[in-house]
């Protein structure tokens, strides 16, 4: 478990915008796992920090509704909706307190 918090706070050293706080989680866009592996960040560690508090595994959408803008940088026009492949892993963070 200790290494999954040092190696959290070395990846947060690197890039500090992976981390949110507790009350600002919902405007996080969160972190996709390829990112967080080059900063040290593997799944086994994402999964460990999940189970001790310190990230919430989400997942993106793939429905876009009138007034968004789609994936392919569309806006979604009223009584539409766009559709994109599948679910994604996003992974939000939270530091550690020292």
């Not at 919902?26 to 592996?37: M, Q, R, T």
């Not at 959408?61 to 979604?76: M, S, T």
């Amino acid at each position: 478990m200790k290494e999954c918090l040092r190696m959290l706070n070395i990846a947060i050293s690197q890039d500090s915008s992976i981390v949110s706080s507790r009350d600002a989680y919902l405007s996080h866009p969160g972190n996709e796992e390829a990112y967080l592996d080059s900063l040290g960040l593997t799944r086994r560690h994402l999964k460990k920090l999940e189970k001790l508090g310190y990230a919430i595994r989400g997942y993106t959408k793939n429905i876009w509704l009138p007034g968004e803008e789609a994936p392919d940088g569309k806006p979604v026009h009223e009584h539409m909706s766009a559709r994109g492949k599948g679910h994604r892993v996003k992974w939000l963070l939270f530091g550690v307190n020292k």
